[in-house]
């Protein structure tokens, strides 16, 4: 069977690196908040070319705290609106609700998964105040036209980086990228508040637990973070906030300082991957994902759609390539959500019930490639 994602093989060539700062962190007896998540959150922010890095609990928690920070600083309050994809993964939806906002949902474009920035303007009113862009399978959302809504309307712009560490935030860029240094998930722009990350470990880049962080250029966001994701305290002892505890783990970021560095190189390999599938796999039954060969995509998944999607999964497995649905059920078609049930999003429908995310990974062989592709054309 060629797995959806083989973790176990991605680790491996890491596995003596690891034992050996697993040791350093036994050794250091400073498990919370200490030098391997200081030596993180400098290296992930430069790396994404911020100046700040907060290290959460996991990438939910990540938004949250994004959330209740502008709370805190005014610049949000209980009860504003937060457009959203309506075909995201529940968290997006679900950190809203925990910093007492209301979701607003939004068509995507069928095309890239992301939300239409043309289908935004229709959804503001007065209780708008920002914009949830989220990066969904590792594309980049059409930050410019967002961007553009974000600064005629006064809205804060957050994002969902979750599934898209290293995407370049040059949209046009079709060069390489020569060292992790280079890369940028955000640009320093005047609306672009905070990004969120996960390191679950099956994301690009995975730690071997749960894990997130936070990204901005807001000093002012970035102190009162530094303080929430801690009971709100600074100094310990004496809280400024009602906070919460949601530290990225030291050994978690002692592991990630290892994997960092080969995150371009990582994505590198699942572009070459996503060329061959879009170049090679010819079958009229299957949709394949827009890509436009810019670096503004790391195929976090690759998903494709056809109209039976049961039947090819099935067809799939029984020739032993796994897949996985990404996501079955849209959040307004969620038991959670009982108020939304009734409501029509059909683009977001159509996509819940047609899409099926082929392996993709790092560590796929070209024999594995080949093989996949094979069974793919003969369907």
């Known amino acids: 069977m060629i797995p959806f994602l083989d973790l176990k093989k991605i680790n491996e060539p890491y596995e003596t690196a690891f034992q050996e700062k697993l040791k350093l962190v036994l050794d250091n007896g400073w498990y919370i908040l200490g030098k391997e998540t200081e030596t993180f959150e400098k290296a992930f ?4 070319q911020t100046q700040y890095c907060i290290g959460a609990g996991n990438g939910f928690d990540a938004l ?3 959330f209740k920070g502008y709370i805190e600083l005014g610049k949000l309050k209980k009860g504003d609106e937060v457009i959203v994809p309506a075909n995201t993964y529940i968290a997006s939806i679900l950190s809203i609700l925990q910093a007492d906002l209301i979701p607003v ?3 995507p474009k069928l095309e890239t998964y992301n939300i239409n920035p043309d289908l935004i303007f229709e959804k503001i009113t007065s209780k708008t105040k920002a914009i949830l862009a989220v990066h969904l399978y590792g594309q980049l959302a ?3 036209k967002i961007n553009e809504i974000a600064d005629q309307n006064n809205l804060l712009i957050i994002e969902d980086a979750a599934q898209s560490h290293g995407v370049s935030k040059f949209q046009n860029s079709k060069t390489q990228i020569p060292n992790y240094k280079d890369v ?3 640009e320093v722009e005047e609306h672009l508040g905070a990004s969120a990350h996960s390191f679950y470990p099956g994301k690009n880049l995975g730690s071997l637990g749960d894990g997130g962080a936070i990204t901005t250029n807001d000093p002012e966001l970035a102190k009162v973070l530094f303080s929430l994701r801690n009971y709100g305290s600074e100094k310990k002892y004496y809280n400024e906030y009602i906070g919460v505890n949601s530290r990225l783990d030291e050994l978690q970021a002692a592991f990630l300082n290892i994997k960092l560095p080969n995150l371009n190189a990582d994505n590198e390999k699942r572009r070459v991957i996503a060329k061959r599938y879009l170049a090679e796999i010819k079958n009229d039954k299957i949709e394949l994902p827009f890509w ?4 503004n995509h790391v195929f976090h998944l690759f998903v494709i ?5 049961d039947h090819l999964q099935q067809y799939l497995t029984k020739n032993n390539i796994q897949t996985v649905i990404h996501y079955p059920v849209p959040p307004h078609k969620q038991n959670a959500f009982p108020d939304w049930n009734n409501l029509s999003f059909p683009i977001t429908e159509k996509i819940h019930n047609e899409v099926l995310s082929l392996p993709m990974s790092p560590v ?5 490639v080949n093989y996949i592709i094979e069974i793919l054309n003969q369907y």
């Open 45 to 48: 922010a430069e790396y994404c």
């Open 64 to 66: 949250v705290l994004i």
């Open 105 to 107: 949902l939004v068509e």
């Open 142 to 144: 059409e930050m410019d």
């Open 184 to 186: 940028t998930l955000s």
């Open 292 to 295: 436009d060969f810019s670096n």
């Open 305 to 309: 759609r056809t109209k039976n999607r």
């Open 364 to 368: 796929l062989t070209e024999t594995e």
